[in-house]
């Protein structure tokens, strides 16, 4: 089980309402916060009001790609510190090189199994 922070906050930001709901299945009782965001763009807004300790973050989306927020979060000193992991339906060694180049801390291909992600989430915020 996720130990620390005590109570983490965790961004999802996918497009699809179904992967956002299977995320969320998968998170409860993690004891958290979870925040959602349906694009690049609108997990910016998000971030303005919120730093979560970790962003789980679609690649595929309109307006700004994961690709696209991850690089330019890693850029952010108020926000390159939080920990992006990619959580896509991209299976290339490509695509999780050109994650690693925009600073995502993970790429976890879909499908995903609920212990492989709290375990990769717990990981990370125990980094933290």
């Known amino acids: 089980m996720i130990q620390s922070p005590a109570r983490p906050l965790i961004l999802l930001v996918d497009d699809n309402e179904a992967n956002l709901e299977l995320l969320q299945a998968y998170l409860e009782g993690v004891g958290g916060s979870i925040m959602t965001a349906r694009d690049g763009l609108e997990a910016l807004r998000c971030l303005e009001a919120h730093k979560p300790d970790l962003i789980l973050l679609d690649v595929m989306m ?27 339906a991209l299976t290339e060694v490509s695509d999780q090189e050109r994650a690693e180049e925009v600073g995502a801390d993970d790429f976890i291909s879909k499908p995903i199994t609920k212990p492989d992600l709290l375990a990769r989430i717990a990981r990370h915020l125990a980094k933290r």
């Open 62 to 88: 309109p307006r700004m790609s994961g690709y696209q927020l991850c690089k330019r979060l890693k850029a952010d000193p108020a926000t390159k510190g939080i920990p992006v992991v990619m959580v896509t």
